[in-house]
């Protein structure tokens, strides 16, 4: 029976995380139900979105994510409306994330992540990377003037692996 219930548990809360929130489409949708047609991930952020599918960036980032829980930027020069595209590149042994939002949004995603541990994310705001592989993420800034950027596999963002820039 308790075996059961662990599976019923297990399977309750995947169904819970799979809603529209964080469902992917080709006509993604944010939270409200409204459809952003062309758009890269599936919801709007509080410091932005995914960039239009064909949108130039106007700036180029690298980060590496190192095993040292930290990541290095080539730079963190970003203003609101830049549209960045970010070279995120796993230089460690282990799988690291790479996600932008706001405070409160690292706070929920972390939270998700904890609840289910070798998730692997992809949504427009977060790309997961396995060791020695590189992503890219174009991302255009709006709205809150503070975005954080943060590893959210367990333990990685208490560990430091997490950064702060202030549009300007």
């Given at each position: 029976m308790k075996k059961i219930n662990t599976w019923l548990l297990a399977g309750l809360l995947t169904a819970g995380?799979?809603?529209a929130s964080f469902a992917s489409t080709d006509d993604d949708a944010h939270s409200d139900g409204h459809v952003m047609e062309g758009h890269e991930g599936h919801k709007m952020?509080?410091?932005g979105m995914p960039a239009e599918k064909g949108a130039e960036a106007n700036k180029?980032?690298?980060?590496h994510m190192m095993d040292t829980m930290k990541f290095n930027f080539s730079n963190l020069?970003?203003?609101e409306g830049d549209i960045v595209k970010f070279v995120v590149m796993n230089k460690g042994q282990i799988p690291h994330e790479f996600g932008i939002?706001?405070?409160?949004?690292q706070v929920a995603h972390r939270k998700m992540m904890q609840a289910m541990p070798g998730m692997k994310h992809e949504d427009?705001?977060?790309v997961s990377v396995e060791p020695g592989k590189?992503?890219?993420l174009v991302w255009q800034f709006m709205g809150e003037s503070t975005a954080q950027?943060?590893?959210n596999v367990p333990g990685h963002f208490e560990a430091g692996m997490h950064a702060e820039v202030e549009l300007h």
């Open positions: 995380f799979s809603g952020s509080a410091v180029t980032i690298t980060v020069d970003i203003e939002g706001s405070v409160e949004e427009g705001s977060t590189t992503k890219e950027f943060a590893c």
